[in-house]
T-cell receptor, first 113, second 112 residues
Framework: DAGITQSPRHKVTETGTPVTLRCHQT?????MYWYRQDPGHGLRLIHYSYGVKDTDKGEVSDGYSVSRSKTEDFLLTLESATSSQTSVYFC????????????FGSGTQLSVL | SQQGEEDPQALSIQEGENATMNCSYKTSINNLQWYRQNSGRGLVHLILIRSNEREKHSGRLRVTLDTSKKSSSLLITASRAADTASYFC????????????FGKGTHLIIQP
């Protein structure tokens, strides 16, 4: 998967608890993305980063925050998880900021009970 | 909001047959891409076609783009069991670094 590792692969948590998902890349790519995938919706962009400490919101950013303190790591935090955030979360990277080819991680299955 | 919409939602064919999937989108684009997703895995980039191109080939894949109709098609020839997967079209409208907009996907099943 192009040197992208997501952790954890699976997580079950309770409503109201904070959750952090990690994306780690070994490609030294500048651009990183968090998507969520839900039945009937396809993939939707949550947040993206165009460099260390440079992030921006995507289509469905409410309830999520991100941080990127190092090129290789992009963290997605659910401050207070809700059942509507039950989803599969994918991290993706891109070498150039032209969206011409994204490489995806294997995903994190998150269940919020 | 969804930019691309794939059609059909599901497709089942016999091994060796050709599979055609379609994608329609709403706004002008810089390029359109197709991705494959095997069950439980991340998406894998298959092919990219730019807005000024009409057709592109890669191995058994053939992609067409009609910007006047805002539509694209993906043809997989001589299908194999390993082609069983979900296929997504994704559009790049802004040309910036803000990611792609994906459709909901076509689930392709190749019957042996």
């Amino acid at each position: 998967d192009a040197g992208i590792t997501q952790s954890p692969r699976h997580k079950v948590t309770e409503t109201g608890t904070p959750v952090t998902l990690r994306c780690h890349q070994t490609e030294n790519h500048r651009y990183m993305y968090w998507y969520r995938q839900d039945p009937g919706h396809g993939l939707r962009l949550i947040h993206y980063s165009y460099g260390v400490k440079d992030t921006d919101k995507g289509e469905v950013s409410d309830g999520y925050s991100v941080s990127r303190s190092k090129t290789e790591d992009f963290l997605l935090t659910l401050e207070s998880a809700t059942s509507s955030q039950t989803s599969v979360y994918f991290c993706a990277i891109s070498e150039r900021g032209t969206n011409e080819k994204l490489f995806f991680g294997s995903g994190t299955q998150l269940s919020v009970l | 909001s969804q930019q691309g919409e794939e059609d059909p939602q599901a497709l089942s064919i016999q091994e060796g047959e050709n599979a055609t999937m379609n994608c329609s989108y709403k706004t002008s684009i810089n390029n359109l891409q197709w991705y494959r997703q095997n069950s439980g895995r991340g998406l894998v980039h298959l092919i990219l076609i730019r807005s000024n191109e009409r057709e592109k080939h890669s191995g058994r894949l053939r992609v067409t783009l009609d910007t006047s109709k805002k539509s694209s098609s993906l043809l997989i020839t001589a299908s194999r069991a390993a082609d069983t997967a979900s296929y997504f079209c994704a559009t790049d409208s802004g040309g910036g670094a803000d990611g792609l907009t994906f459709g909901k996907g076509t689930h392709l099943i190749i019957q042996p």
